[in-house]
């Protein structure tokens, strides 16, 4: 027999999702503990689940899978092939009205990128005190995307409103946002997404407590400290709109052992693990099984990406989690200051 922990390595299903597949009827243990409520499966059993596994990574829904595993265990070779054939048919049909769709977006976009002012002529300088300057790079360079695809995400938007320049960076999983101080600025908002090889080494130059001068012209960025500078140009396409992205409801905030959570992490090597929200944040064990009341909230996250979030707020004493449910964004807030935080995208913990 095998356990529920070795039945989720050997199939790549994943402990929560064999609990899933059981409540649903799809996939229920051979044998379950009547002490216990631990689950156990039959060896037989390993190469349906790993069949299971294969057909919701080819996003087949449940019910047709159900009928493909009744088929399939059943020996009855013939359906299976239709049923297959079906779903791929919806799946062709899917990705056509997904790219009309896509098409009509471009188009409007396109019309209104016609009708914006990307740049402008305007020189600014303005100052930003070095080492605050240093920190709000480090609170944010974790999450700049790397995908080729999209590569406005591949650098950190630099935003200026007034005496506030906020820096964000996000690559769609994540999120996180900081702030510095200036002074010098006084005309209107300026929003450049500055690339991450320049971000890299304006960083290297920020090594003391002395002032930095930024000057904008339009799209070109320059940074000067301790007689040294760099400069280079802006990303030319347009950053996404964070403050639609940043505005959650209020939610219950729990106290995080950044030590002890670190250590957890640490001990996950999947893309996913579930996070056990009481009157703290603990990491669920595979063996688990509690799913009744009083167990706390559950909610999916991706380890490494919460382990950088944790790194980049430094030592972490003081931290906090905001929960709001288990589909919206995580947000990570740091004791000293709430304009540094970070948001992070649950992953799904069913299937």
Known sequence: MHSIGE??????????AL?????AGVLPPARVDPA?????YAPEQLDEARLLARLRQAGMPLADVRLVLAAWSGGDTGLVPRLLDGHLRRLERELADARGALSAVRARLGHKESTMTTSTSRTTRLTVPAAEFAAALDSVRFAVGTDPELPVLGGILFDVEE?????????????AVARATTDGHDG??????VPAPLVDAMRALLTDDSAALLTVDGDAIELETQGRRVAGRALGEEFPDYRRLTSLPAGRRVPLDVPALRQALGGHDGERCALVLTDTVTVADEADEA????????VGVNPAYLLDALSAAGDGDGMVLEYVGPKA?????RPDTEDAFSLLMPCTLDA
Do not use: K
Request: a positive charge.
């Open 188 to 193: 209107g908002r300026i929003q450049l997404t």
């Open 329 to 333: 964004p995580l947000t990570l807030l």
């Open 163 to 175: 005496a506030d320049l906020r820096l964000v960076a996000t690559d769609r999983y994540r999120m």
């Open 19 to 23: 609990r899933f597949y059981d409540r």
């Open 36 to 40: 216990t409520g631990y689950r156990w």
């Open 7 to 16: 039945m989720g390595r050997d199939s790549g299903l994943g402990v929560s």
């Open 291 to 298: 799913d009744g009341p009083g167990s706390g909230d559950r």
